[in-house]
């Protein structure tokens, strides 16, 4: 049997011998990489430095590393896969940000520790408690909120005055309001999408990034997610978003969403977000999550998710250009950032992190091999965890 199948038959609670072995097959098969065909790249193979890039295979445990800092042979450190145990909020409010919005926020952790914002995705989407079990809360002081018009805050589903730079502005006013100097920022999917656009807006404000499942709001992703792209993938999730949808308007199915979900008539917005929840939850795992699904039949979140999911499609993130994001890298170079990202992300595919690893070489660069979009996946999640705990001990190290 190959040291891949081996390893296959070794589970994560398998006693410590077994995960002894475990360690040992996953080292023997790295230090094995010059059996590889000739066709995988040279760089690999013979351990010579190429870029900030990591690959991991949560399926089987053994791990492919090819990491700008990796020497042949060398150890390394294994991976936290776990989540940080449920917790409540030590603090919680509402702040008034503009004449028509209010924001909920909370605050759990650590109340003297590191300061670290949590920006969900969507936009819409609202934040859950399990958000706060990415972070260590002996040592994070975990700041959560709900975007504009999403989750807890007020108006529900209101796209007036809901803009990124809106976005921004209140993650100032909340940083400001809660007496932070700075804090790291962590954001997925839409919430990568603000990470990046407040940290270039504010980058002495920010101690490091940690990013996932890379969106740059930029229109081949739309059109990858929203007018067929992903329809490869899952056709029978795709027909019952394009149905909706008269033949006469499918040549733009955001604009005839939109349509729909501005409409006069409630029930015309619900059946519409309905829908449009419905297409994003059935794809963001890699492997069919009822639950996630599940979320679609929810009215209220559903309103609020499509609604303002779509305003911002429809107005293109409010960024001046396409590549917005992208130019304006340099701002944040030196900021220390890890990205992860799904080798198999529906919603927000790899093009856009491999886009974004090209344009910043210097952040460290987590794909997994064996995952979809969403943060709950296991190998997205431990990656997560691993992320923090990484800035973690370096922010440790630097007070040494």
């Known amino acids: ?41 040279p760089s690999v193979c013979t351990g010579r430095k190429i870029s ?21 042979h060398k150890e390394v450190a294994e991976v936290n896969p776990n989540l940080y145990p449920i917790i409540e909020p030590y603090s919680t409010g509402f702040l008034k940000v503009s004449d028509i919005h209010t924001i909920y926020w909370e605050q759990s952790g650590n109340p003297s520790g590191h300061p670290v914002v949590f920006l969900h995705g969507g936009p819409g989407g609202g934040t859950t408690p399990s958000n706060r079990r990415f972070f260590d809360p002996e040592f994070y002081r975990i700041i959560l909120f709900d975007q504009r018009g999403a989750g807890k805050s007020t108006p529900h589903a ?25 804090w790291q920022v ?36 739309l059109d990858w997610f929203y007018e067929g792209g992903a329809a490869a993938i899952y056709p029978d999730a795709w027909e019952l978003f394009r149905d ?36 994003e939850m059935m794809t963001a795992h890699l492997l069919p999550n009822q639950e996630n699904i599940k979320r679609g039949e929810d009215d209220k979140f559903s309103l609020a998710f499509a609604r303002i999911e779509n305003h911002y499609f429809v107005n293109k993130g409010f960024f001046p250009n396409d590549s917005f994001l992208l130019d304006n890298i340099d701002k944040i170079r030196h900021i220390h950032t890890i990205i992860v990202q799904g080798r198999y992300d529906m919603c927000c595919p790899m093009m856009s992190a491999w886009d974004l690893h090209k344009a910043w070489p210097e952040a460290d660069f987590r ?8 943060a709950n996946e296991p190998g997205i999640a431990a990656e997560l965890v691993a992320a923090n705990e990484k800035i973690k001990n370096s922010i440790k190290n630097k007070g040494l």
């Open 186 to 221: 962590f954001g997925g999917s839409w919430g990568s999408t603000l990470a990046l656009a407040y940290s270039q807006s504010h980058p002495e404000k920010v101690t490091g990034i940690v990013l996932r499942g890379i969106f740059m709001l930029r229109k081949k992703e």
């Open 158 to 182: 209101c796209l007036e005055d809901n803009t990124t730079w809106d976005l921004v502005s209140d993650m100032e006013k909340l940083r400001e309001h809660l007496d932070i100097p700075e």
């Open 1 to 41: 049997m190959s040291l891949l199948g081996f390893s296959r038959f070794i589970s994560p609670s398998s006693s410590s011998s077994n995960r002894a072995i475990l360690r040992l097959s996953s080292h023997l098969l790295t230090s094995s990489l010059h059996l590889l065909p000739r066709s995988f790249p």
């Open 52 to 72: 900030n890039l990591t690959v991991r295979n949560y399926s089987w445990k053994a791990e492919i590393w090819a990491t700008e800092t990796m020497e042949p």
């Open 367 to 374: 794909i997994v091999a064996d995952a979809g979009h969403s």
């Open 244 to 279: 909706h949808i008269p033949e006469d308007e499918r040549h733009c199915f955001i604009s005839a969403y939109s349509k729909r979900l501005n409409s006069d008539d409630l029930e015309t917005q619900y059946a519409a977000a309905r829908l449009w929840t419905t297409w």
